[in-house]
């Protein structure tokens, strides 16, 4: 069994990477074998786990480019079974590089096929953007997680990757669906937090999931200390919250095998 998740929201500053990189490590934690792909430029997913992005010999931007295969660019046990596909600053450039290549938006689809049977889940870090890196990510997918921060402008973003999901669909990957949505920097206190949850599941027909990631400061923290929060603080409330999810989507996968 193996499950390739793109997380991806246009909009930034949602959760994106933090949601990559914990929801990785808490499967991890479950015993769950795990592959994380970097696919944002800004290397976040990459620097959580300590690795030095800038130093490796090949990250996703030689895979996309052809240069390495996707075996080649993986660095195993960043963390407790999970794996990583770093990147860096150049992946920036693989639009312009690969202008007019055949069959582009399908690399890194024909890249994961060589290596997806060894993982029980893919998760791939889509950047902030509608891109070429964000169109292959979708295009490998079984399923995308969307991040929505709790405020007013949720669904604006929500509405944007639902587009583009739906595109990716039509042209691409037919099996491709919305796995689920989930809402981060939620404060249950406040009636702003609760508003935005009631909001988009009244409005959207997709599946949001029960987990909520809470607005936590150890959460903020864990990437300084180039940590997931699994190592850097397993029992704070973000923590909790996101072995909460990753108990969640492994459920709720397993029922659809």
């Known amino acids: 069994m193996n499950r390739i998740l793109a997380i991806a929201n246009q909009k930034g500053g949602v959760g994106k990477t933090c949601t990559a990189v914990n929801l990785s490590a808490s499967l991890g934690e479950l015993g769950k074998k795990v592959l994380l792909i970097d696919m944002d430029p800004q290397g976040n997913s990459s620097s959580s786990f300590g690795v030095n992005k800038n130093e490796v010999e090949n990250t996703i931007y030689e895979v996309m480019l052809e240069e390495c295969t996707l075996s080649e660019a993986i660095i195993k046990d960043v963390a407790k079974n999970v794996s990583l596909v770093p990147a860096n600053v150049n992946l920036g450039a693989v639009e312009i590089e690969m202008a ?109 999931f029960e987990a909520k990631i809470p607005r936590n400061i150890r959460l903020s923290e864990a990437p300084s200390f180039e940590q997931p929060i699994t190592v850097y603080d397993p029992k704070c409330s973000g923590a909790i919250a996101y072995m909460n999810l990753a108990k969640e989507v492994d459920s709720m996968l397993a029922d659809k095998q």
């Open 100 to 208: 007019g290549k055949d069959k582009a938006n399908l690399i890194l689809r024909r890249e994961l096929d060589f290596v997806k049977d060894e993982y029980d889940y893919i998760f791939i870090d889509c950047p902030p953007a509608i891109s070429l890196t964000t169109v292959n990510s979708m295009a490998a997918a079984t399923g995308v997680i969307v991040p929505v921060q709790c405020e007013y402008l949720a669904l604006e973003g929500l509405g944007q990757v639902i587009e583009t999901i739906n595109l990716v669909r039509s042209r691409m990957n037919p099996t491709l669906d919305l796995t689920g949505i989930l809402f981060t920097m939620y404060d249950g206190r406040t009636v702003l937090s609760n508003d935005v949850v009631d909001s988009v599941r009244n409005t959207v027909k997709y599946h949001t």
